[in-house]
């Protein structure tokens, strides 16, 4: 009765070779439009689920099941994390969200998880520097860390050449002291005062040991109007 709620369908090769499901996952706040499963990506026993259809009104992340939420801000977004504690058996450890979270900035659509670290897209954010909402779909990404088991937030990034409908965030990944965000729909030139549509970028992050994030800009060689370059990494 849940239509477009979603669901994630984990499968495990035997010893014979053969793929058979294992596990059947679904939200713990399941409800209608989320989505869930839109994006998802596994590392070793640990499942990350996105679901940007999501209402949650909770800006904050729960480690655990969460309690049902108000449905008041509609396609904010979620992301869950599952844990297989014994062979088969997931369990939702975690219920994750943008500490600025609004109402339809897609949280979710994207993730990535490389062991106690994942980063979820959000190409809905619509914020400028003053929290105003006045940069529609401009886009975000959080990354997230496990500690001793418990995930919480660590950091927000943004473009550094930021505008609305560039859709940062749509893609993202990251893998030890680097991350990548893709701004599939960007339209900035490398030549000043240049207008590309939806030509496309991304952006490479790298953590040096005090743990800041450096960034640099990457685009195509060939760059034109409606590549859509970034659209995955």
Known sequence: ????????????????????????????????????????DLD??????????????????????????????????????????????????AHLTASDMDQGQYFGCAVDINGDELIVGAYGEYHDTSGLASMPEAGAAYIFKREA???????????????GWDRYGYSVAIDSNVAVVGAKA??????????????????????DISGLWGVQKIDASDRDVGDHFGIEV
Request: charged fraction near 15%; proline fraction near 1%.
């Open 44 to 93: 070793g026993d640990t499942i990350v689920v996105g679901a940007p259809g999501e209402d949650s009104n909770q800006t904050f992340v729960t480690n655990g099941s969460q309690a049902s939420v108000d449905g008041s801000m509609t396609d904010s977004g979620a992301a869950y994390v599952f844990e297989q504690t014994i062979a088969n058996t997931w369990t939702q450890v």
């Open 149 to 163: 088991g418990v995930w919480d937030a660590d950091q927000k990034v943004v473009a550094t050449i930021r505008g």
């Open 186 to 207: 960007e339209d900035h030139s490398e030549f000043e005062g240049a207008f590309l549509h939806n030509a496309g970028s991304a952006y490479i992050y790298t953590r």
């Open 1 to 40: 009765t849940g239509t477009d709620s979603g669901a994630v369908y984990v499968f495990t090769r035997n010893s014979g070779g053969t793929w058979e499901q294992s596990a059947y996952l679904k939200a713990s706040n399941n409800s209608n439009s989320d989505n869930f499963g839109r994006h998802v």
